[in-house]
Nanobody
Framework: QVQLVESGGGLVQAGGSLRLSCAAS????????LGWYRQAPGKQRELVAL???????NYADAVKGRFTISRDNAKNTVYLQMNSLKPEDTAVYYC????????WGKGTQVTVSS
């Protein structure tokens, strides 16, 4: 059974930092592209950051220079380091794994207060 379990969300003041983690099980982790998406209330889910199986990364313009995605294949875990957080970063953050099939975690809430 495939599971993606996010952790690390919470409440932080603007300018602060959080690190999200997503632990995967039931997949060949190293073959999957991994992504972090977010969905704010009333908005569509959007891609935040992506890291391929070859460690290439891609970021949404809104987070470039502030967020860093990384992966540890030995721990089957993908991370999202979020610095200089803004109130507009408030959303539920979801982990995604994609290769032949696509999987989603249940999400973790990030709230940035002004």
């Amino acid at each position: 059974q495939v599971q993606l379990v996010e952790s690390g969300g919470g409440l932080v003041q603007a300018g602060g930092s959080l690190r999200l983690s997503c632990a995967a099980s039931g997949i060949i982790f190293g073959l999957h592209a991994l992504g972090w998406y977010r969905q704010a209330p009333g908005k569509q889910r959007e891609l935040v950051a992506l890291i391929t199986s070859g460690d290439s990364t891609n970021y949404a313009d809104a987070v470039k220079g502030r967020f860093t995605i990384s992966r540890d294949n030995a721990k089957n875990t993908v991370y999202l380091q979020m610095n200089s957080l803004k109130p507009e970063d408030t959303a539920v953050y979801y982990c995604n794994a994609k290769w032949i099939m696509e999987y989603w975690g249940k999400g973790t809430q990030v709230t940035v207060s002004s």
